[in-house]
T-cell receptor, first 117, second 116 residues
Framework: GQQLNQSPQSMFIQEGEDVSMNCTSS?????WLWYKQDPGEGPVLLIA?????ELTSNGRLTAQFGITRKDSFLNISASIPSDVGIYFC?????????????????FGQGTILTVHP | EPEVTQTPSHQVTQMGQEVILRCVPI?????FYWYRQILGQKVEFLVS????????KSEIFDDQFSVERPDGSNFTLKIRSTKLEDSAMYFC??????????????FGPGTRLTVT
């Protein structure tokens, strides 16, 4: 099946620093989504990307959909303590042979972010 | 803001017992999903459901698993005979149906299933 490689696995940063994480795949995705998960809770959608090359921001978060459709990155600027959590990328596959995409998401392994005040 | 809800938040069951996990997707959404996350691991796709039938399922979703939309609001995942390795967080997700997208999926808070 499709595999996503997400890096880094973990990051320990000081409050105020910028953060960057990325995902790469051997397969093409037509949508990239970035989620944040707090302990014991469900993934919360941060940013969705639909076009190759697209750069999208959501407050201090910026994400890009790679030109090759096989990668994406997420940047967090001026980190704050509440940014702590696990960040997951997720790719959505191209439509199947019937032309319908049912929306199955393939997740990366996650990046654990720790922010020191 | 509408959200996906799931019950129970935590279910403890004995090996071999049947469990039913319940979800209420966002009301105008038409695609529904179940995912699971074993402790410390990534989220894995189980099944997608559209128009009252399974549209796609993973290798994990074997004959022990089934899904149902018994009424206009609930979406359930049943595990017929639980195994120890079924212990995980189970997430329900849903999305709208729009031609050409967007394909944003919204997740519920999860049900923690513990099989003893």
């Amino acid at each position: 099946g499709q595999q996503l490689n997400q890096s880094p696995q973990s990051m320990f940063i000081q409050e105020g620093e910028d953060v960057s994480m990325n995902c790469t795949s051997s397969s093409i995705f037509n949508t990239w989504l970035w989620y944040k998960q707090d302990p014991g809770e469900g993934p919360v959608l941060l940013i969705a990307l639909y076009k190759a090359g697209e750069l999208t921001s959501n407050g201090r978060l910026t994400a890009q959909f790679g030109i090759t459709r096989k990668d994406s990155f997420l940047n967090i600027s001026a980190s704050i303590p509440s940014d702590v959590g696990i960040y997951f990328c997720a790719g959505q596959s191209l439509a199947n042979a019937g032309g319908t995409s049912y929306g199955k998401l393939t997740f990366g392994q996650g990046t654990i972010l720790t922010v020191h005040p | 803001e509408p959200e996906v809800t799931q019950t129970p938040s935590h279910q403890v069951t004995q090996m071999g017992q049947e469990v039913i996990l319940r979800c209420v997707p966002i009301s105008n959404h038409l695609y529904f999903y179940w995912y699971r996350q074993i402790l410390g691991q990534k989220v894995e796709f189980l099944v997608s459901f559209y128009n009252n039938e399974i549209s796609e399922k993973s290798e994990i979703f074997d004959d022990q698993f089934s899904v149902e939309r018994p009424d206009g609001s609930n979406f359930t995942l049943k595990i017929r005979s639980t195994k120890l390795e079924d212990s995980a967080m189970y997430f329900c997700a849903s999305r709208r149906r729009l031609a050409g997208g967007p394909y944003e999926q919204y997740f519920g808070p999860g049900t923690r299933l513990t099989v003893t």
